[in-house]
């Protein structure tokens, strides 16, 4: 597989049934990549005093099996927005080849309102993003959330918790025509090909618009500090925290090394999945993923694209 700076030990890559799932030599490999990835970001957070916890699945990982969930495959890490920011800033000079940071602060292309660290010498495309025209990397990622001070008001709050996630979904709605265009297997490729034609200009402003504005409810209250935190720019799992909870660390076990988790994690856990020392095998959010932890990504796009960053 790729050369790894923190490499893990041989006897990591042994295939293995944990919770009665298998988990083959691939999957290994994956989560080795992706090991490298958070140990790298980890690294750049130290040097600049910045907090990160492992966050959703990866936390639910670390606090129960100490390491991956058995049936997980990729990683999630947050951030106070202030702290987001600021690695935003420095990641240019941080992270050098393979690592790359990727995020957008205007939504042209790169859509998503968090960050990802990637390993360019892999591969970890979305599965339903083949299709699509994404001139970005898209090598093996973990991702790295902005947590976002919500209102103290509970009404204020919810209105704006409730208007980020509508111009996040508007903004996507314009995407799909525009930039992030790709053709259907289906009848409708012909009316969707039109529709791209006839509107990919304005859809593509409106696009940019939206998205900004999805930017603007989320970072309504960077200047506060409010009691409640939410993870906004990953709306379709939005759930009010107390801020208070992204603020103190431990360390904690995690495969062959160890990550940041919030002291607190036992009250963070149960807010996100209720009774969580139980497992229950449940679908990740980003679909199926084609990874490759051999091979580049950019083998496996059409020539135009084999220029990408």
């Not at 040097?47 to 999630?76: C, E, Q, S």
């Not at 209105?159 to 111009?167: E, G, P």
Request: net charge neutral.
């Amino acid at each position: 597989m790729v050369d790894l700076k923190y490499p893990p030990p041989p006897e990591f890559f042994k295939p293995e049934c944990r919770n009665d799932y298998d988990v083959s030599v691939e999957m290994k490999s994956v989560w080795a990549v992706e090991l490298d990835l958070a140990q790298e970001l980890l690294r750049v957070c130290k040097k600049h005093n910045l907090k990160m916890f492992a966050d959703f699945g990866t936390l639910l990982g670390a606090a129960r099996h100490k390491g991956f969930i058995p049936w997980d495959d990729d990683m999630d890490f947050s951030m106070l927005r202030e702290d987001y920011e600021k690695m935003c800033r420095i990641a240019p000079y941080e992270f050098k080849h393979p690592y790359f940071f990727q995020y957008s602060n205007s939504g042209k292309e790169f859509i998503n309102g968090h960050a990802k660290l990637r390993n360019s010498m892999t591969t970890g495309i979305v599965k339903d993003e083949m299709k699509r025209n994404l001139n970005y990397n898209q090598g093996i990622f973990i991702d790295i959330l902005p947590i976002d001070n919500v209102s103290d008001n509970e009404f204020v709050g919810f209105v704006q918790i409730r208007l980020a996630h509508f111009f996040w979904f508007i903004m996507l709605c314009f995407a799909y025509f525009s930039s992030r265009y790709f053709e259907s297997d289906s009848f409708w490729r012909i009316p969707k090909k039109i529709v791209h034609i006839l509107f990919n200009r304005p859809f593509r402003l409106l696009q940019l618009g939206t998205y900004k504005l999805w930017m603007f409810f989320c970072k309504l209250y960077s200047s506060e500090k409010t009691k409640n935190v939410a993870g906004m720019s990953f709306p379709n799992v939005v759930k009010k925290q107390l801020r208070a909870d992204y603020e103190q660390d431990v360390m904690a076990d995690f495969e062959f090394t160890k990550l940041p988790i919030m002291r607190n994690h036992d009250r963070v856990l149960t807010n996100w999945f209720g009774d969580w020392r139980v497992p229950k095998m449940a679908k990740n959010d980003h679909g199926e993923v084609l990874f490759d932890a051999n091979v580049p990504y950019t083998k496996y796009l059409s020539p135009n694209n084999e220029e990408m960053n």
